[in-house]
């Protein structure tokens, strides 16, 4: 299945997303509407704002797939490589994202035609995947 975004930004999981799934995509709901901060959600899953992989790490964090935040560096080797069928996380050096039941949450706005912000949010967009390592976990 593939989650739906809702016209207030938030996603809702498909009926027969596996509960990691499901706990990811409400996670990501709960910090969409928080800032962009450079270094948040490194030293705890819980800030007043989120980077790139501090974002992702909580979204990960919540499926039961991370016990500490990530940068997106070491995000190149979690996991496996190549995609998931239900979440993959894309990483290079600099930046990283993710596509959680076909919807992609980060905080860049690439490939939107109306921004939406700069923090943590689910896009409608899908964006390239070129020059980031995509990985996932085995069964999700």
């Known amino acids: 299945g593939t989650a739906v975004l809702k016209p207030d930004g938030s996603a809702t999981a498909p009926a ?11 996670a990501g709901n709960r910090i969409r509407i928080k800032p962009y901060l450079w270094g948040g959600g490194h030293r705890s899953f819980k800030a007043r704002g989120y980077d790139c992989s501090g974002a992702i790490s909580y979204l990960v964090h919540a499926a039961g797939l991370l016990k500490r935040p990530m940068a997106s560096g070491p995000f190149m080797r979690w996991g496996q490589p190549g995609l998931g069928q239900w979440i993959t996380v894309y990483a290079n050096r600099g930046h990283m994202y993710a596509v959680i039941a076909g919807l992609r949450y980060d905080t860049s706005a690439v490939g939107e035609s109306l921004n939406q912000g700069s923090g943590p949010r689910w896009r409608a967009t899908a964006r390239s995947s070129s020059g980031y390592a995509a990985r996932y976990r085995p069964g999700l």
């Open 16 to 26: 027969d997303a596996p509960r990691p799934v499901r706990k990811a995509i409400n």
